[in-house]
């Protein structure tokens, strides 16, 4: 699911990009081109692999445009 422009989420986790800071290593479609697809909007498709498989390609990217948390966070937070 798309929350915000840059924004994605499965429910347990939500991804975020932030396109100013990509370099376009392309990293994360190479690594897991089920989730980060570069030819299909939305290009994080958050049901292409389980939150563990995605956090650890988040972690890879090495430009840091790609950031995750746990929603519980992000519902601590608002
Ligand atoms: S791994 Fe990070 S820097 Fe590389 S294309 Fe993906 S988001 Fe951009």
């Known amino acids: 699911m798309k929350l915000y422009d840059n924004e994605f989420t499965n429910g347990e986790i939500t991804v975020n990009y932030d396109p100013n800071k990509c370099i376009h290593a392309e990293i994360c479609a190479k690594g ?42 992000l519902a601590a937070v608002k």
Not at 36 to 65: L, N, Y
Request: include cysteine; aromatic fraction near 10%.
């Open 32 to 73: 897991l081109s089920e989730v980060f697809r570069t030819t299909v909007i939305p290009w994080i498709h958050m049901d292409g692999a389980d939150s563990k498989t995605i956090i650890e390609q988040v972690k890879k990217c090495p430009s840091g445009a790609l950031s995750f948390c746990y929603n519980k966070e």
